[in-house]
């Protein structure tokens, strides 16, 4: 199990994975347009403010602990410094050089026509597209010269083009992706089988590690982990929607190395406003110590079939506690077994849930922005040992 996950001492015992191709892919550290709350796309004007030149730093010291044998970074300027940041700290470190290498097919969304442009501007002047932009993002169109094409799937072409090459040049490696927030989420979303249509489903935050292993000649990879931002003092990862809506962080009962201490470290800087369980013995022995732990907490117990609406899964989940939120954004802890998180993740996902994408899910935090937004997994199997983590600050940059 990856050390990005699990302490040596609660990991279970690790299958043989020789031979499986293994991916960590990294959002470029915080950019000037970030703080400007700028659209990006292909622009290469933004580079690493001073905050973000430190995450980098963390991103590498963390990234240590992993065997590398390459890195591949987009070629525009925030990829790229963010990739040589990384390097640098590997290369002090004393690992074994990895290679630095160049790929067009790891570039962001094209979106000529809102490059540099505020987010509140793009909302104010151009209304509808950006409607479809959030709602729709597969039907959303842009122009470019005397045509106009479609970011988002021409986006997606990109990732499968991305993962053709690479599994045929990297097969059995261990490979670092430096890229951008949509460019991540393509790469996810076309190796596990996800449709354009949920684009706006996975967050992938500055500086966010996600997992992917690709088993021996197979195409279609397994997700340990998405989104870890603990090595940037955020246990978990900032709402990137605002501070509203419900977010739930879900929980397995039934893994064998997930105590409610575990779980208790993991919410311990959160407000936590309900804890629901399910029917099961296992889930309420649980949901009674994590109510210990949050004693003003409501607690209500679910039948899982009850709570999610498969076929609606942008309906927030149906139980009393999260309706009495006291709070503009309502949080609350899940408590069921994995194989429902995992239905309840597929199904968020507009996965069928017969061919699950996930290597296994211990926890996971969902948030609703609204009632008629499909919610985001914000992250997956958050690290689940207690330790103090430090804000990242631009001194920690050498």
């Not at 989104?227 to 900032?238: D, Q, S, V, Y």
Request: proline share 6%.
């Amino acid at each position: 199990m990856s050390t990005l996950t699990w302490s040596k001492l609660e990991a279970p015992a690790e299958p043989d994975h020789s031979g499986w191709t293994r991916v960590l892919i990294v959002r470029h550290a915080q950019s000037t347009f970030n703080v400007q709350q700028r659209y990006q796309g292909r622009s290469d004007e933004p580079v690493l403010t001073d905050s973000g030149a430190a995450a980098a730093v963390q991103a590498g010291r963390h990234l240590v602990n992993e065997r590398i044998d390459a890195l591949i970074s987009s070629p525009l300027r925030r990829a790229r410094q963010t990739a040589d940041i990384i390097t640098a700290i590997l290369r002090q470190d004393g690992h074994d050089e990895p290679s630095l290498s160049i790929s067009d097919d790891l570039m962001e969304v094209d979106l000529p026509q809102w490059e540099g442009l505020p987010l509140e501007a793009v909302r104010q002047e151009f209304p509808d597209n950006h409607r479809i932009w959030s709602d729709q993002p597969h039907e959303f169109r842009m122009s470019k010269g005397r045509s106009t094409f479609f970011p988002v799937r021409e986006l997606f072409e990109q990732a499968n083009s991305f993962w053709w090459d690479f599994l045929r040049n990297h097969a059995g490696q261990a490979v670092v992706l430096v890229t951008h927030g949509g460019t991540a989420k393509a790469l996810i979303s076309t190796a596990v089988g996800i449709k354009p249509e949920r684009f706006h489903s996975l967050q992938q935050s500055n500086c966010g590690i996600s997992i992917l292993e690709f088993p021996a000649r197979s195409s279609t990879a397994q997700i340990e982990a998405l989104n870890l931002t603990a090595h940037l003092g955020e246990r978990t990862p900032k709402l990137k929607l605002g501070r509203q809506g419900v977010r739930i962080v879900m929980v397995a009962s039934d893994t064998p190395w997930q105590h409610p201490e575990h779980v208790c470290g993991i919410l311990d800087a959160l407000q936590i406003d309900f804890v629901l369980s399910a029917e099961d013995p296992q889930s309420k022995k649980m949901t009674h110590r994590l109510i210990e732990a949050h004693p003003h907490a409501q607690q209500g117990i679910f039948a899982v079939k009850d709570l999610f609406d498969s076929q609606h899964p942008e309906t927030i989940p149906t139980a009393a506690p999260i309706g009495e939120s006291r709070h503009a954004l309502s949080t609350g802890v899940l408590v069921g077994r994995h194989s429902e998180l995992d239905a309840m993740l597929s199904g968020a996902l507009g996965m069928d849930g017969r061919s699950s994408p996930w290597k296994h899910a211990t926890n996971a935090v969902l948030h609703y922005a609204g009632t008629s937004k499909t919610p985001v997994i914000q992250a997956l199997n958050i690290p689940v040992w207690k330790e103090v983590f430090e804000p990242v600050t631009a001194e920690a940059c050498p």
